[in-house]
Nanobody
Framework: QVQLVDSGGGLVQAGGSLRLSCAAS????????MGWYRQAPGKQRELVAS???????NYADSVKGRFTISRDNAKNAVYLQMNSLKPEDTAVYYC??????WGQGTQVTASS
């Protein structure tokens, strides 16, 4: 069992940046894949980015070149650097561990 706490969301103008953080209560190195998902109002939750212990990454096409996922197993933390934010990035963002454990979510709003 692990608890994930998401933070770093906020309101920014389009073109701005935010860095999301996910702090885990336990050792995340036992989870091969850590990821960030998002859910906009009226839409299904979707994968934004994921990262394996080996460093392999996967990004949604809509965020490639703008978002960067990273993980620090020593600090039991996962990050999502979001640059060039667009209004369509507005959503609640959730950290995920191995498709089993979820953070509480953090709201990201990019205004036009």
């Amino acid at each position: 069992q692990v608890q994930l706490v998401d933070s770093g969301g906020g309101l920014v103008q389009a073109g701005g940046s935010l860095r999301l953080s996910c702090a885990a209560s336990g050792n995340i190195s036992k989870f091969n894949v850590m990821g960030w998902y998002r859910q906009a109002p009226g839409k299904q939750r979707e994968l934004v980015a994921s990262m394996s212990n080996g460093g392999s990454t996967n990004y949604a096409d809509s965020v490639k070149g703008r978002f960067t996922i990273s993980r620090d197993n020593a600090k039991n933390a996962v990050y999502l650097q979001m640059n060039s934010l667009k209004p369509e990035d507005t959503a609640v963002y959730y950290c995920n561990a191995a498709l089993r454990f979820w953070g509480q979510g953090t709201q990201v709003t990019a205004s036009s």
